[in-house]
């Protein structure tokens, strides 16, 4: 499976962005999908996690009521909707697919097999 994140961009606090990861390869509806993300001098922090076919979806308490994950197992891509941005969210974003069993949702990224190359938010006060 490979990755393509995409959608990063420099926008003003309080304002939104929606990054988009496209994913390649089959049997893309096998994957829980997740977005972590890595601020500068910061380890690789779990954002949002959404299970094989959306069933279970699990946020950060810091993005929880901001942010919202989706899939579209048609398209093969996974989408994360930034809103109310504050310069806190200010990171690379990284979507990442793990290879599950039906009901398992990881928020450890050390349980996430492929990762995307990451994409730049930077939110300005």
């Known amino acids: 499976v490979q990755l393509q994140a995409c959608g990063g961009g420099l926008v003003q606090a309080g304002g939104s962005l929606r990054l988009s990861c496209a994913a390649s390869?089959?049997?893309?509806?096998?994957?829980?999908m997740g977005w972590f993300r890595q601020a500068p001098g910061k380890e690789r922090e779990f954002v949002a996690t959404?299970?094989?076919?959306?069933?279970?979806?699990y946020y950060a308490d810091s993005v929880k009521g901001r942010f919202t994950i989706s899939r579209d197992n048609a398209k093969n891509t996974v989408t994360l909707q930034m809103n109310s941005l504050n310069v806190e969210d200010t990171a690379i974003y990284y979507c990442?697919?793990?290879?599950?069993?039906?009901?398992?949702?990881?928020?450890?990224?050390?349980?996430?097999?492929?990762w995307g190359q990451g994409t730049q938010v930077t939110v300005s006060s």
């Open positions: 390869g089959r049997q893309f509806s096998r994957y829980a």
């Open positions: 959404i299970g094989r076919s959306s069933g279970s979806i």
């Open positions: 990442a697919a793990a290879w599950v069993i039906v009901t398992h949702t990881p928020r450890d990224p050390n349980e996430y097999d492929y």
